[in-house]
Nanobody
Framework: QVQLVESGGGSVQAGGSLRLSCVAS????????MGWARQAPGKEREWVAA????????YYARSVQGRFTMSRDKGVRSIYLQMNNLKPEDTALYYC????????????????WGRGTQVTVSS
């Protein structure tokens, strides 16, 4: 089993920045991809970003392209999401995801989910 714990959420004004963290623990030997999704009240869950650890290539949803950036700690399965120029529509519960497959993260069906960290952006 793998456990994922997010942190770093909070409340900011539009145009501000936050950095989210996700630490993976347990049996992480087969985890080669991690990413992020978000869900606002009354809306469906939305894929945000994903990274392959073999190359460190990362891809982003169109809604956050150019504003959000993923990174990873060297030698450990901990990821970060740097969020700049935040907008009110970014307000959501942000979830960390982990899976051997990149595609499963993009399709919102990863083997593992975190419990989420709240991001609130005011205008």
């Amino acid at each position: 089993q793998v456990q994922l714990v997010e942190s770093g959420g909070g409340s900011v004004q539009a145009g501000g920045s936050l950095r989210l963290s996700c630490v993976a623990s347990g049996d992480t030997r087969d985890i080669d991809h991690m990413g992020w999704a978000r869900q606002a009240p009354g809306k469906e869950r939305e894929w945000v970003a994903a990274m392959y650890f073999g190359t460190l290539n990362a891809y982003y949803a169109r809604s956050v392209q150019g504003r959000f950036t993923m990174s990873r700690d060297k030698g450990v399965r901990s990821i970060y999401l740097q969020m700049n120029n935040l907008k009110p529509e970014d307000t959501a519960l942000y979830y960390c995801a982990a899976d051997p497959s990149y595609t499963k993260i993009r399709q919102l069906t990863p083997n593992y989910w975190g419990r989420g960290t709240q991001v609130t952006v005011s205008s």
